[in-house]
């Protein structure tokens, strides 16, 4: 019965594990957060967005950036896995 759990199982959880940690990097990814920081500080520069809404939408991307650092951290550190 172990061999079965071992032949049938493991790979499986091998995939949802490879699948939950590709999905959590494209869900908070760090780079384009930071591309959305920079392209709300140039709206702003120019004129297209007023102080207000330029204030409300960074702090808003900087909790996310928040978020999605400690999300990469538990990623890179092995905290995250699949529970079987």
């Known amino acids: 019965m172990f061999v079965l759990d071992d032949l049938l199982f493991r790979p499986l959880v091998g ?4 699948l939950h940690t590709a999905a959590l990097d494209e869900l908070y990814d760090v780079e384009a957060i930071e591309d959305e920081l920079k392209e709300n500080q140039l709206l702003y520069e120019l004129g297209e967005r007023s102080e207000e809404a330029y204030e409300r939408r960074r702090a808003e991307l900087e909790e996310e950036l928040e978020i999605a650092r400690e999300v990469h ?12």
Do not use: F, N, Q, Y
């Open 15 to 18: 995939i949802v594990d490879a």
């Open 73 to 84: 951290e538990e990623l890179t550190s092995g905290r995250v896995e699949v529970k079987t």
